[in-house]
């Protein structure tokens, strides 16, 4: 089915964006909203992102117009009535999402495919909730949409294969990198950023490094930006919400940092409130250290633990490891999905975790797994699919063969 015409629910930083990404490849794409200040941030959201392309040079102010105008705002679901596609960015509350997905419906016409922008939640709870699970599907564009390539493309239990080839070529004409993932909380990039941003967390409280130091580390080792700047940027209290759902769904390996919930009571939300893990301009927190301190002379957190980066990273690689065992994706999707969804980079190449762990060396990975359990805890047990390897000498580059295959 080919779309001529897409509408998304929630005005929000995302919707508007992606209302932009959409208007950007020539569509009319339809922007709703319950509440007109929402709206109307969103559309401007949505002009500020072509404002930067007239300032470059890149678009001239009348372009800038014609792509405008192809954005309708509206509070109402009038022109609903043939969409080819909706998607939905609305709060991460499953009940909000069900309800959004039930209006529509009502107002749409039944080959229209209903998408969430959702992070984390169920496609396949979403879609029972609607007269046409086949036509329900994850579409998770990353922060921010208008520079981010990465679409992951969800399939819930009932999603057709046309419905997901559909939405794989509807990525690709908005310049999108589509990498279709089978469902499972978190789906894949934010599955494999969650023990990395959690373990960071958990060094900092510890009193293992500062904030800035673990950062700095981070970016030396080939990440863009370190943790938490990351987590300034996308919000302490989505990064805690994801964090809890991983749990509930994973248990102790994602043991949530207790550090989230006292920058949480200190409203400490990140950039966009002007204060999380840093002050926004300011740097290191005077507060922070105190809730810091509050938690080592409570008990509340274990002291004189160590920092390395292997510490952060290699949880990171050993969930993209059971995601290889649980066929989330293939390892070259993995690896591309990090990629394209977060900037990854090891010794100045872009390069995925598992083509850093054959880089690395699997038995070494292994081998200061094992050394972090002992110390840390059964939250860094290497998986199966590591060990696996190493028993069978598929070492990585030095073999010639680990995750990959090296001529």
């Known amino acids: 089915m080919y779309i001529f015409k897409a509408a998304?629910?929630?005005?929000?930083?995302?919707?508007?964006?992606?209302?932009?990404?959409?208007?950007?490849?020539?569509?009319?794409?339809?922007?709703?909203d319950i509440d007109q200040?929402?709206?109307d941030r969103g559309m401007a959201k949505a002009r500020s992102i072509y404002q930067r392309r007239v300032d470059k040079g890149?678009?001239?102010p009348g372009e800038m117009e014609s792509k405008m105008d192809l954005i309708t705002p509206t509070l109402t679901y009038d022109?609903?009535?043939?969409v080819d596609i909706v998607i939905e960015a609305v709060p991460e509350k499953m009940e909000i999402k069900k309800k959004v997905f039930q209006e529509l419906d009502e107002v749409c016409p039944e080959q229209t495919i209903f998408a969430s922008n959702t992070s984390a939640l169920s496609i396949s709870e979403m879609a029972a909730a609607t007269k046409r699970p086949h036509?329900?599907?994850g579409m998770h564009f990353f922060n921010p949409a208008s520079v981010m390539k990465l679409v992951e493309v969800i399939p819930g239990l009932d999603t057709s294969q046309e419905t997901v080839d559909d939405v794989v070529m509807f990525a690709e004409s908005l310049r999108k990198i589509p990498v279709?993932?089978?469902?499972?909380?978190?789906?894949?990039?934010?599955?494999?950023?969650?023990?990395?941003?959690?373990e960071a967390t958990k060094a900092l409280e510890e009193g293992a490094a500062t904030a800035t130091e673990i950062d700095q580390a981070i970016v030396g080792w080939g990440m863009p930006m370190g943790p938490f700047t990351l987590m300034d940027m996308l919000g302490i209290?989505?990064?805690?919400?994801?964090?809890?759902?991983?749990?509930?769904?994973?248990?102790?390996?994602?043991?949530?940092?207790?550090?989230?919930?006292k920058l949480l009571e200190a409203g400490r939300l990140g950039e966009k409130v002007g204060k999380g893990f840093y002050d926004h301009p300011g740097g290191e927190s005077e507060e922070v250290l105190q809730m810091i301190k509050d938690l080592q002379e409570s008990g509340e957190?274990?002291?004189?633990?160590?920092?390395?980066?292997?510490?952060?990273?290699?949880?990171?690689?050993?969930?993209?490891?059971?995601?290889?065992?649980?066929?989330?994706?293939?390892?070259?999707?993995?690896?591309?999905?990090?990629?394209?969804?977060?900037?990854?980079?090891?010794?100045?190449?872009?390069?995925?975790p598992l083509a850093i762990a054959d880089r690395i060396g699997l038995d070494v990975v292994v081998e200061t797994l094992e050394k972090l359990a002992e110390e840390l805890g059964p939250r860094f047990r290497p998986s199966r699919p590591l060990k696996l390897r190493v028993r069978a000498g598929h070492l990585g580059v030095k073999t010639g063969k680990g995750f990959h295959e090296y001529a």
């Not at 969930?319 to 999707?333: K, P, R, W, Y």
């Open 237 to 261: 209290d989505i990064c805690a919400h994801v964090g809890e759902y991983l749990y509930s769904e994973y248990g102790e390996r994602m043991s949530p940092a207790k550090l989230f919930a």
């Open 37 to 39: 200040e929402m709206l």
């Open 180 to 198: 279709v993932v089978q469902e499972c909380p978190g789906f894949l990039v934010n599955r494999l950023l969650m023990p990395y941003l959690n």
């Open 58 to 60: 890149k678009m001239s």
């Open 135 to 137: 036509k329900v599907i």
């Open 301 to 352: 957190v274990p002291t004189g633990t160590p920092f390395t980066v292997e510490r952060l990273m290699f949880p990171l690689i050993n969930e993209a490891a059971l995601c290889v065992q649980e066929n989330i994706a293939s390892i070259n999707d993995i690896d591309m999905a990090m990629i394209a969804g977060t900037g990854m980079t090891y010794q100045g190449e872009r390069m995925g």
């Open 79 to 82: 022109g609903f009535e043939d």
């Open 8 to 32: 998304v629910v929630g005005a929000g930083t995302m919707g508007g964006e992606i209302a932009q990404v959409i208007s950007y490849s020539g569509l009319p794409v339809i922007l709703k």
